[in-house]
T-cell receptor
């Protein structure tokens, strides 16, 4: 079975500080991994995704994530956050079940950037 | 730009009412999804569809049904709304690819309150 665990439900940081949002997955097959962001009162949008190749993936708005197969992790990082990065962040893994494909999402991490 | 629209941003219904949530996408995507989002639980898949008139149950289909008569439109139906269906409902769409790596594009969500 595949599942996704986001280890922190809330992460408060100060503006211009670095941030890491943690995500671990469990899977017995090769994985595709995603990070989505949800700004207040909006739907989700893709930040970045890992399919194959380089383990360091760069996304929009200065975010990046590193796929670590041995630790089954896909942590999201940004070296210096802005107030506008305040949002909820979701990690997701592709799952094949019953011949069809879907994404399984983590429970989300609320990032609050304080001045 | 891909656009996914949902018929209402906010909806208030009474217990026992039949509720229709509509979703339309304009990018000719094969896959469409309905999720509900609740605090601390993340996104949970209700139903998805990979073709017109095709549907698959997700993780929490009880109390819901869906309809896909046209490729661009995917409707979620609450046959008899109950208070525990008060939630944010998110629609998404994606291309159908063999690799399953395609991004899901989300609508802005419908916040449903059942009184």
């Amino acid at each position: 079975a595949q599942s996704v665990t986001q280890l922190d439900s809330q992460v408060p940081v100060f503006e211009e500080a670095p941030v890491e949002l943690r995500c671990n997955y469990s899977s017995s097959v090769s994985v595709y991994l995603f990070w989505y962001v949800q700004y207040p009162n909006q739907g989700l949008q893709l930040l970045l995704k890992y399919l194959s190749g380089s383990t360091l993936v760069k996304g929009i708005n200065g975010f990046e994530a590193e796929f670590n197969k041995s630790q089954t992790s896909f942590h999201l990082r940004k070296p210096s956050v802005h107030i506008s990065d305040t949002a909820e962040y979701f990690c997701a893994v592709r799952l094949f079940q019953g011949g069809s494909e879907k994404l399984v999402f983590g429970k989300g991490t609320k990032l609050t950037v304080n001045p | 730009d891909v656009k996914v629209t949902q018929s209402s941003r906010y909806l208030v219904k009474r217990t026992g009412e039949k509720v229709f949530l509509e979703c339309v996408q304009d990018m000719d995507h094969e896959n469409m999804f309905w999720y509900r989002q609740d605090p601390g639980l993340g996104l949970r898949l209700i139903y998805f569809s990979y073709d017109v008139k095709m549907k698959e149950k997700g993780d929490i289909p009880e109390g819901y049904s869906v309809s896909r008569e046209k490729k661009e439109r995917f409707s979620l139906i609450l046959e008899s709304a109950s208070t525990n269906q008060t939630s944010m409902y998110l629609c998404a769409s994606s291309l159908l690819t063999s690799g399953g790596a395609d991004t899901q594009y989300f609508g802005p969500g419908t916040r449903l309150t059942v009184l």
